[in-house]
């Protein structure tokens, strides 16, 4: 089946600093790519939607500037958190969908701790 | 509104059933899924039905639709303390490919 790896699986950083969480899908080509978050206890929150080649689109209320997504290849998205603060920490989840019936192909999920 | 609501603590004995309920938003939805998440891990698809069907049956899981009043479930039948987990349902958006999860609802299997 369609495996989707991100790494790291746990980044503890100090504030201030810039992380970059990477989302490959292993064994498919990924056209779309998807950066969701989630806070401990709550549901998943779609951040943004990025396309191989071009820019992502961000939800609304999501700061552009801050999370930087790079999707240069059809199977590797990464997420930038940029001058990260304890208030970014939360677990970031991506996905990649096939088409199809929709189905979307989850990450294991990157825990952020910004001290 | 715009949430996708579930109940969101449920417990059960093993080998009972669990029924875990979900209240969507967009009659217009394709697809509409069920995911499961087991702690510190991501989403694991377990099942999906197309939103012209009223129920499908997969092993010992049973979804439930009714579109009228956009109400979604899902059974377990035989729960098993491995079930435990958090239950996301999801809708797809008209015309995106974006996925609105539910608030989640936490099974316990107690022994």
């Known amino acids: 089946g369609a495996v989707v790896s991100q790494h790291p699986s746990w980044v503890i950083c100090k504030s201030g600093t810039s992380v970059k969480i990477e989302c490959r899908s292993l064994d498919f080509q990924a056209t779309t790519m998807f950066w969701y978050r989630q806070f401990p206890k709550q549901s998943l929150m779609l951040m943004a939607t990025?396309?191989?080649?071009?820019?992502?689109?961000?939800e609304q209320g999501v700061e552009k500037d801050k999370f930087l997504i790079n999707h240069a290849s059809l199977t590797l998205s990464t997420l930038t958190v940029t001058s990260a603060h304890p208030e970014d920490s939360s677990f970031y989840i991506c996905s990649s969908t096939t088409g199809g019936y929709n189905e979307q192909f989850f990450g294991p999920g990157t825990r952020l701790t910004v001290l | 509104g715009e949430d996708v609501e579930q109940s969101l603590f449920l417990s059960v004995r093993e080998g009972d059933s669990s029924v875990i309920n979900c209240t969507y938003t967009d009659s217009s939805s394709t697809y509409l899924y069920w995911y499961k998440q087991e702690p510190g891990a991501g989403l694991q698809l377990l099942t999906y039905?197309?939103?012209?069907?009223d129920m499908k049956q997969d092993q010992r899981l049973t979804v439930l639709l009714n579109k009228k009043d956009k109400h979604l479930s899902l059974r377990i039948a035989d729960t098993q303390t491995g079930d435990s987990a958090i239950y996301f349902c999801a809708e797809i958006r008209t015309n995106t490919d974006k996925l609105i999860f539910g608030t989640g609802t936490r099974l316990q299997v107690f022994p």
């Open positions: 990025s396309n191989e080649g071009s820019k992502a689109t961000y």
């Open positions: 039905i197309f939103s012209n069907m």
